[in-house]
């Protein structure tokens, strides 16, 4: 076998930060990609001034949670939990009673459409107000109220649970995207797969704006083409690739859109029809649980072609542990100094920064409109 | 100082001296009249519950929207003479008030 690589190849070739990884096999890899970074630092070492956005979040997969489940959760620096009632809708509240302070995700139980406390038994509904307390007669006026910094909207779209998440508790200001694909007869169900980075979310969103990472880090051959649109809270990008297969180079397309900052998407066409649903969510501000839930349309992944609608999914997920590898230990510069060629990463900020809470922020807010193409 | 006129749950009548300014709950409370008031005073658990005698009753002014809320879930609610107590303040004005000690719900 011949060891050069096809220039033309957008497959990895050997890069360095995969050096790190490839010893690793299959269990030992899933289990890095969730573990604590070794010799990792902090938020304030490492300049991560930034906030965590508001937006639609993912809590778990909706398999994850059953009718009469409860689950605890941990997200935007906060404890959670989430589950569903008998209704089959979907909460979530904050996981502290504010009763006498027990953490409902551990040992509290659905009643009806409600969670029940572990410690006395207050029933609350999902949106953060006291319904019953099995031992008095009353209850505490100003529990009885909906409660705005307890309650998160939820929504159910494309096989996941969202929460809502907004530091100062404003309404949503946009709704979820949903996909026709997921779910559809002739696609597969989702192929998943996670990581815990330890960076903020604007740095892993900022990625697909980093023209000149993709060489060399990824090993891309060429730099791609791509058109980059901002409008208001939506991002989409269109990016030419040539693709090295095992039948030769093909010419590809890669549609990605982001919504918010949460919700992100990627359409794979030209070689075999992929649709990668990402969920972005802020564990803190320097820490993002990133999952990746695929699914590709069944006459590929089941036909003759099914070796290379795989080969597309473990490609995707290289890429994302050798980001990782350098997400985890990144610095955050805030003005850097960019070169010709280096992207539009100030007009992705510029974007991005209407998706943080506060005075400071609010001349970014509405987002911006722009077309960059190269 | 203002006296107030107090009935506790056994029929027995007190006087006591309470001063201007002060939660007439706490007065209750610590003049042992048999006041629980378990939240402190949060217009949260209704242990303070009285019932004010009519002639008094307007001078008490109207309940709170959750005074109002808390009261009316118990037994012994009178729309007429209900009050928490932990809402109200002795003042010069409540000179002479008289209530009686709501019974245990
Ligand atoms: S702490 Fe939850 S019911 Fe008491
Ligand atoms: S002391 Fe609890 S309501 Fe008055
Ligand atoms: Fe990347």
């Given at each position: 076998?011949?060891?050069a690589?096809?220039?033309?190849?957008?497959?990895?070739?050997?890069?360095?930060?995969?050096?790190?990884?490839?010893?690793l096999?299959?269990a030992?890899?899933?289990?890095?990609?969730?573990?604590?970074v070794?010799?990792?630092?902090?938020?304030?070492?490492?300049n991560?001034?930034?906030p965590?956005?508001?937006?639609w979040?993912v809590?778990c997969?909706?398999?994850?949670?059953?009718?009469?489940?409860?689950?605890?959760l941990?997200?935007?620096?906060?404890?959670?939990?989430?589950?569903?009632?008998?209704?089959g809708?979907?909460?979530?509240?904050?996981?502290?009673?504010?009763?006498?302070?027990?953490?409902?995700?551990?040992?509290?139980?659905v009643?009806?459409?409600h969670?029940?406390c572990?410690?006395?038994?207050?029933?609350?509904?999902?949106?953060?107000a006291a319904?019953g307390i099995?031992y008095?007669?009353?209850?505490?006026?100003?529990?009885?109220?909906?409660?705005r910094?307890?309650?998160?909207?939820?929504r159910?779209?494309?096989?996941?649970?969202?929460?809502?998440?907004?530091?100062?508790?404003?309404?949503?200001?946009?709704e979820v995207?949903?996909?026709?694909?997921?779910?559809?007869?002739?696609?597969?169900?989702?192929?998943?797969?996670?990581?815990i980075?330890?960076?903020?979310?604007?740095?892993?969103?900022?990625n697909?704006?980093?023209s000149a990472?993709?060489?060399?880090?990824h090993?891309?051959?060429?730099?791609?083409?791509?058109?980059?649109?901002?409008?208001g809270?939506?991002?989409?990008a269109?990016?030419?690739?040539?693709?090295?297969?095992?039948?030769?180079?093909?010419?590809?397309?890669?549609?990605?859109?982001?919504?918010?900052?949460?919700?992100?998407?990627?359409?794979?066409?030209?070689?075999?029809e992929?649709?990668?649903?990402t969920g972005?969510?802020?564990?803190?501000?320097?820490?993002?649980?990133?999952?990746?839930?695929f699914?590709?349309?069944?006459?590929?992944?089941?036909?003759?072609?099914?070796?290379?609608?795989?080969?597309?999914?473990?490609?995707?997920?290289?890429?994302?542990?050798?980001?990782?590898?350098?997400?985890?230990?990144?610095k955050?510069?805030?003005a850097?100094p960019?070169?010709?060629?280096?992207g539009?990463?100030?007009?992705?900020r510029n974007?991005?920064?209407?998706?943080?809470?506060?005075?400071?922020?609010e001349?970014?807010?509405?987002?911006?409109?722009?077309s960059?193409?190269? | 100082?203002?006296?107030?006129?107090?009935t506790?749950r056994?029929?027995?009548?007190?006087?006591?001296?309470?001063?201007?300014g002060?939660?007439?709950?706490?007065?209750l409370?610590?003049?042992?009249?048999?006041?629980?008031?378990?939240?402190?005073?949060?217009?949260?658990c209704a242990?303070?519950?009285?019932?004010?005698?009519?002639?008094?009753?307007?001078k008490?002014?109207?309940?709170?929207g959750?005074?109002?809320?808390?009261?009316?879930?118990?037994d012994?609610y009178?729309?007429?003479?209900?009050?928490?107590?932990c809402?109200?303040?002795?003042?010069?004005e409540?000179?002479?008030?008289?209530?009686?000690?709501?019974?245990?719900?």
């Amino acid at each position: 076998m011949s060891e050069a690589v096809d220039i033309r190849d957008t497959r990895t070739p050997p890069v360095l930060v995969w050096d790190q990884l490839k010893k690793l096999d299959k269990a030992a890899l899933a289990r890095w990609r969730l573990e604590p970074v070794v010799n990792g630092r902090s938020a304030e070492e490492r300049n991560i001034t930034v906030p965590m956005p508001f937006g639609w979040f993912v809590m778990c997969y909706s398999d994850e949670l059953g009718v009469g489940e409860v689950k605890p959760l941990h997200y935007f620096e906060r404890e959670l939990v989430a589950w569903r009632g008998e209704d089959g809708e979907a909460r979530v509240l904050d996981a502290y009673c504010p009763h006498l302070g027990a953490h409902m995700g551990y040992g509290g139980k659905v009643n009806g459409n409600h969670i029940q406390c572990p410690l006395h038994s207050w029933q609350w509904n999902g949106h953060g107000a006291a319904v019953g307390i099995p031992y008095s007669k009353t209850i505490p006026p100003a529990m009885k109220r909906p409660c705005r910094e307890r309650a998160y909207p939820v929504r159910e779209a494309n096989g996941f649970v969202w929460a809502w998440y907004h530091p100062e508790n404003e309404a949503p200001s946009y709704e979820v995207a949903e996909f026709e694909e997921v779910g559809h007869p002739d696609w597969t169900g989702y192929e998943k797969h996670e990581w815990i980075v330890h960076g903020p979310m604007q740095t892993i969103a900022e990625n697909g704006a980093d023209s000149a990472h993709f060489k060399y880090i990824h090993g891309v051959a060429d730099y791609p083409d791509y058109d980059i649109r901002f409008e208001g809270h939506r991002r989409t990008a269109e990016v030419r690739v040539k693709m090295g297969t095992p039948r030769g180079t093909v010419d590809g397309k890669i549609a990605y859109g982001v919504d918010g900052s949460g919700q992100p998407w990627t359409r794979f066409t030209g070689m075999c029809e992929t649709l990668l649903v990402t969920g972005v969510t802020p564990v803190a501000r320097d820490i993002t649980h990133l999952r990746f839930a695929f699914t590709q349309l069944k006459a590929d992944r089941d036909g003759p072609r099914g070796g290379l609608a795989r080969a597309v999914i473990k490609d995707i997920c290289k890429q994302l542990d050798q980001d990782k590898v350098v997400w985890d230990r990144q610095k955050y510069i805030e003005a850097p100094p960019l070169c010709a060629g280096d992207g539009p990463i100030n007009d992705f900020r510029n974007f991005f920064r209407q998706f943080y809470a506060g005075p400071e922020w609010e001349k970014y807010r509405g987002g911006i409109r722009r077309s960059v193409s190269r | 100082m203002p006296t107030v006129h107090v009935t506790d749950r056994d029929g027995n009548a007190h006087r006591l001296h309470a001063a201007e300014g002060s939660v007439l709950m706490e007065v209750l409370r610590d003049g042992d009249m048999g006041i629980e008031a378990i939240c402190g005073g949060q217009c949260a658990c209704a242990t303070c519950h009285c019932l004010i005698d009519p002639d008094w009753f307007g001078k008490t002014g109207a309940r709170g929207g959750d005074e109002e809320d808390l009261v009316s879930c118990l037994d012994a609610y009178d729309a007429g003479r209900s009050r928490l107590t932990c809402q109200l303040r002795v003042s010069a004005e409540l000179d002479g008030l008289s209530l009686t000690v709501a019974p245990e719900e």
